[in-house]
């Protein structure tokens, strides 16, 4: 059961409207990173989720992140309420300022509309939760990038609240994750093949035009048998045997 206060989560304060980045704003409104992608979801994660305690998370953060949607479509509709009547602001949108009344809609910042194809949704509750981690991680990054081309400060304001949210999502994600008590590669229930699972094959070679080179690091060397490019192989294997005859 769902229950709305006539109230917004953070408030939202918007002193020098730009209906460009308001344009912008529409990818935490109905973008891949998103607010309604989020609340979506968690909550039908909550609803496959078998484990109550880690259900009541998913429908806890689904529930917030509507509220997130909430703020963010005013924080967009403040700044976007220039193109109701302004040519030239609604220039910055005109599917917004002539199909939507200068309101915002469930498209990203190029009009693409919502999918529910941008959902990550398992039923494997290991799986839901790295998916929602790296959910977050996409989000707040896009926060950080729509700082950066932010000059109104009450705008500043919401977006800091809602990008360090993101960050207190991840961290609960993170620790609900860690006390499944599973190794990070235990995934499901069914093994891996033992003769693959520690081979690291190295498959991209040469030397690129911006100096990239062959690496080696912790990621091919612990716990991994490295073995060349089988492509690499095979040519100085022909070479071998051209040599030969």
């Not at 009450?154 to 993170?174: C, N, P, Q, V, Y």
Request: charged content about 25%.
């Amino acid at each position: 059961m769902y229950h709305h206060v006539k109230q917004l989560m953070y408030t939202v304060h918007v002193d020098n409207p730009d209906p460009r980045f308001g344009n912008m704003l529409l990818e935490q409104f109905g973008g891949p990173n998103g607010e309604l992608a989020a609340a979506m979801q968690y909550t039908v994660q909550a609803i496959n989720c078998e484990d109550g305690g880690r259900k009541d998370l998913l429908m806890d953060i689904g529930t917030e992140e509507i509220s997130h949607l909430e703020v963010i479509g005013n924080l967009a509709r403040l700044h976007l309420k220039p193109t109701k009547k302004s040519r030239q602001a609604a220039e910055a949108n005109p599917f917004i300022s002539i199909v939507g009344g200068g309101g915002v809609g469930l498209t990203n910042s190029m009009g693409v509309n919502w999918t529910a194809g941008y959902l990550k949704i398992s039923g494997q509750i290991e799986v839901d939760l790295r998916s929602n981690i790296a959910a977050e991680a996409r989000a707040k990054i896009t926060y950080e990038r729509l700082l950066n081309f932010c000059d109104d400060p009450g705008s500043k304001d919401a977006l800091m609240f809602l990008m360090t949210r993101e960050i207190a999502h991840m961290k609960s994600f993170m620790i609900a994750l860690d006390s499944l008590g599973k190794d990070p590669l235990e995934i499901g229930q069914m093994p891996p093949d033992r003769r693959f699972v520690n081979k690291y094959f190295n498959d991209s070679t040469g030397t690129g035009p911006e100096g990239e080179t062959d690496t080696r690091g912790p990621w091919n060397t612990d716990g991994f048998d490295f073995e060349d490019s089988p492509v690499l192989t095979s040519l100085s294997e022909s070479s071998g045997r051209r040599l030969r005859t």
